[in-house]
């Protein structure tokens, strides 16, 4: 809705481009709400494109099993991905039915408008999407250091995955939640190489 969530891809994919031999793509799922709505809702149109970046094209789900892992970005309605999200995960049912997707290792990232919005519990919720793909779930964990910890300034994530606190839409993604993201991107992309690959 404010761009919070592809803000967040960005840093994720560079995170991911900085591994030999990684390499992020992008992409968003497609919006369901009608353009009037999300017109009264001042929404952002969800692909980019301003300040000379790319537009993020529309995923197709069949193209899905080409790819050697996933982080999936979304954020919370009422604690949960919403129903865009959903509706795309619904939409992978022929994939689940073959298990296409099994064993591929997939992580997320989340956008909350407030602390206590959903930055667990959005991410904790999903997990079964990718469960019944047979995916790996890949947590962060600790893994970001000191990052984790910090207690000076407001910062969304959690051990579940990168976060943005995005309050009504005006508070853009802070350095250090920029730099959470990059993190994830990063060491998810490490882990895919090692998982997959066997690279080290």
């Known amino acids: 809705m404010y761009g919070h969530v592809r803000l967040l891809a960005r840093a994720v994919a560079r995170g991911v481009g900085s591994v030999p031999g990684a390499r992020a793509i992008l992409f968003r799922v497609p919006e369901t709400?009608?353009?009037?709505?999300?017109?009264?809702?001042?929404?952002?149109?969800?692909?980019?494109?301003?300040?000379?970046?790319?537009v993020i094209p529309v995923v197709d789900p069949d193209g899905l099993p080409d790819a050697d892992g996933f982080l999936f970005g979304f954020p919370a309605r009422f604690g949960a991905m919403p129903a865009q999200m959903q509706a795309f995960f619904d939409s992978t049912v022929p994939l689940c039915r073959h298990q296409r997707l099994a064993g591929k290792p997939?992580?997320?990232f989340v956008?909350?408008?407030?602390?206590?919005?959903?930055?667990?519990t959005t991410a904790w919720t999903a997990i079964t999407q990718l469960a019944h793909h047979g995916m790996l779930f890949v947590p962060i964990g600790y893994t970001f250091g000191e990052g984790m910890l910090e207690m000076g300034e407001l910062r969304g994530g959690s051990p579940y995955g990168a976060g943005v606190f995005s309050g009504d839409g005006s508070r853009p993604p802070s350095e250090l939640e920029l730099a959470l993201a990059e993190h994830h991107g990063k060491y998810m992309a490490t882990l895919v190489k090692k998982m997959v690959h066997g690279a080290s």
Request: aromatic share 0%; net charge negative.
């Open 33 to 54: 709400l009608p353009p009037a709505v999300l017109a009264r809702m001042e929404a952002d149109d969800g692909g980019g494109g301003g300040d000379g970046e790319d």
């Open 106 to 108: 997939a992580g997320l």
């Open 111 to 120: 956008s909350t408008g407030t602390q206590a919005g959903g930055q667990e």
